[in-house]
């Protein structure tokens, strides 16, 4: 169960338990470690409603939709907290810190029944039994153990997702599209990085370019990488600022969705290719989870819906 993505192997232990798990239709006896003949064909799981399952699909739905409850969250990180561990020079606290009972946030009906069930019976969010004091270094916590999935640096905020699944953690990071809105600036001066690897201020776009067509046709180069960017999904101002003619300032907002994710490179790409300073970026979605009206340093589970959303349809089926 736990090789063909069913399931973890706790959770196979658990359907054992529960004599949810039958074979030639008759419920396998809950005791564990117990074997089974490789060729055998007539297993399947009894659903909530005391109703054999053998359909492949139907096992993942059921399997994602209530044994895997809260394996994943969305926090609104908050600007200058790190994504995952931080660095003990510089002391910066991970934003997982944030993940407490007191900043839990239930979105109004129709959800807020659905995420409170998730927290009581899910099997991940069990604040009473195993939640720890975040104020205790030493303390151990259930959700300390969850891992981001796709970063966001130190300067940026928004949608950052956690999650104990591998499998969505993957996802994630290689086939999901991810939104942001980026204000941005004139750039006026090189960054230490930019100047530690030669460039000057001739290197940059001058003045700074309005047309996002090249982030649309991919192909370029980054100063210091040897690959090619791959095209935006999609690059638009949703605002712009003007000077006292009426003319375009090189100031504004910008909406992209891309789905790679380099380290810094929309910062990177705003610079070197547009002229572009970022002051604020902010991740608003991924994939088809949004960010909504998620208060800046609260979290909350992800309802069904979006949770399995996270998972390649092939593991579902």
């Not at 910066?92 to 807020?112: E, Q």
């Not at 201020?201 to 067509?213: A, E, H, Q, T």
């Not at 002051?279 to 979006?306: A, F, H, N, Q, S």
Request: glycine share 8%.
């Amino acid at each position: 169960m736990s090789e063909l993505d069913l399931c973890s192997r706790r959770q196979a232990d658990k359907l054992i338990q529960q004599s949810k798990v039958l074979l030639n239709d008759k419920p396998v006896p809950p005791t564990l470690g117990q074997k089974v003949n490789p060729n055998e064909t007539n297993i399947s799981i009894l659903t909530g409603e005391g109703i054999p399952n053998t359909s492949a699909e139907n096992i993942h739905t059921m399997d994602h939709m209530h044994l895997n409850r809260g394996e994943t969250v969305i926090l609104n990180k908050p600007k200058d907290y790190v994504s995952g561990q931080p660095d003990p020079a510089h002391g910066h606290i991970p934003a997982v810190r944030l993940l407490t009972r007191d900043n839990i946030y239930f979105p109004p009906h129709p959800h807020m029944s659905e995420l409170k069930e998730v927290l009581s019976n899910g099997n991940h969010l069990h604040f009473g039994k195993r939640f720890k004091d975040f104020h205790d270094e030493n303390a151990t916590s259930t959700l300390l153990k969850y891992a981001p999935a796709g970063r966001l640096d130190l300067d940026s905020s928004g949608l950052l997702l956690f999650t104990k699944n591998g499998i969505v953690a993957k996802h994630v990071l290689n086939s999901l599209e991810k939104e942001y809105l980026v204000k941005v600036e004139p750039v006026t001066s090189l960054s230490r990085d930019e100047q530690r690897m030669g460039m000057t201020m001739g290197s940059l776009p001058f003045p700074p370019l309005w047309d996002l067509g090249i982030l649309l046709k991919g192909g370029k180069r980054l100063w210091d990488d040897t690959r090619r960017l791959k095209p935006l999904v999609h690059a638009e101002w949703v605002e712009e600022g003007k000077d006292e003619s009426g003319k375009w300032n090189g100031r504004g907002v910008l909406r992209m969705v891309l789905q790679e994710g380099k380290k810094r490179q929309i910062r990177r790409m705003c610079r070197e290719l547009l002229g572009l300073h970022v002051v604020e970026l902010k991740r608003i979605g991924i994939g088809e989870v949004e960010l909504g009206d998620l208060p800046v340093g609260k979290w909350r589970p992800l309802t069904d819906e979006e949770r399995l959303s996270l998972i390649p349809k092939h593991k579902r089926q």
